[in-house]
Nanobody
């Protein structure tokens, strides 16, 4: 019962930055774990970062730790992914996902936004 819409993707040169946003509607946003996932051409979808409902606990894939920051604004029903020091290997479609606190899976997904990092 939640709908997700990503925005903020684009094309940047290596070393640049982008900020992705995911706007949520429907079920109470504060009851959802939120996550960012990505899928590069020819590769499996992988988790990039997750954040708990309160925003107090976060997880980052080793490949992005120190460069990416996830945050959420429950008043705005929005989760963000600040991406700094981007690398060509970060090129992928980035997806926002939500998991209700009583479930163990991310079963709500946005349509994705393309991030392209040039060499």
């Amino acid at each position: 019962q939640v709908q997700l819409v990503e925005s903020g993707g684009g094309t940047v040169q290596a070393g640049g930055s982008l900020r992705l946003s995911c706007a949520a509607s429907g079920r109470t946003f504060s009851n959802y774990h939120m996550g960012w996932f990505r899928q590069a051409p020819g590769k499996e979808r992988e988790v990039v970062s997750t954040i708990r409902p309160s925003g107090s606990m976060t997880y980052y894939a080793d490949s992005v730790k120190g460069r990416f920051t996830i945050s959420r604004d429950n008043a705005k029903n929005t989760v963000y992914l600040q991406m700094n020091s981007l690398k060509p290997e970060d090129t992928a479609v980035y997806y926002c996902a939500a998991a209700f606190v009583t479930t163990g899976s991310y079963n709500h997904w946005g349509q994705g936004t393309q991030v392209t990092v040039s060499s």
